[in-house]
């Protein structure tokens, strides 16, 4: 079992990060985006995990960042042409400032309400900005609109996946997937 990245295949730990964020972002988007819907009784835990996944995000996002510095991804094959790469790399980088920006975010919007972050609603983050009624209006729409684009680049991300897989039979999505390569 290889950890580090090779020149094919994501390693291990480019993998469970890759699958950990991605259940942590896809739950909290999930969370954000029907909140509306939810009974009363349900509203509070369900803000307790949407923050707190929220920030085990920018953790884990932290740990991603350090890790792929040290650990080149794997090349895309030779038969893509130059703007796919491109598009390709614009898309990772356009997903990683997501990663970044939404719940950067939402720590605002609750701390322009005069509110804290608490992790598991025990730890208490320090607050990013002092209450501010103006700005809180802006952050939450504003926090909402980060979201649907965040959740359309996610879209295109999984359909650029599938298109690997099942039209250019390439091993993009297996060396994610299970960490091989077919040649």
Request: aromatic content about 10%; overall charge positive.
């Amino acid at each position: 079992m290889k950890y580090r990245n090779t020149r094919n295949t994501y390693g291990l730990v480019s993998r469970c990060l890759h699958w950990l964020m991605a259940a942590l972002i896809l739950t909290v988007l999930f969370i954000g985006l029907t909140w509306g819907y939810y009974p009363g009784g349900l509203r509070a835990p369900a803000l307790i995990i949407h923050k707190s996944f929220g920030v085990l995000i920018l953790f884990f996002l932290t740990m991603r960042i350090g890790w792929r510095v040290f650990n080149s991804p794997p090349s895309l094959p030779d038969t893509i042409g130059k703007t796919m790469k491109l598009a390709a790399h614009l898309g990772h980088l356009g997903l990683y400032a997501f990663m970044l920006i939404m719940p950067l975010s939402g720590l605002l919007m609750v701390n322009s309400r005069g509110r804290e972050v608490k992790l598991f609603n025990t730890i208490s983050l320090p607050s990013l900005m002092e209450k501010n009624r103006e700005w809180a209006p802006i952050l939450r729409e504003s926090h909402g609109i980060i979201a649907y684009c965040f959740l359309a680049l996610i879209i295109v991300h999984v359909g650029a996946a599938l298109y690997h897989r099942f039209v250019l039979k390439d091993n993009v999505l297996n060396s994610m997937l299970k960490g091989t390569s077919k040649k």
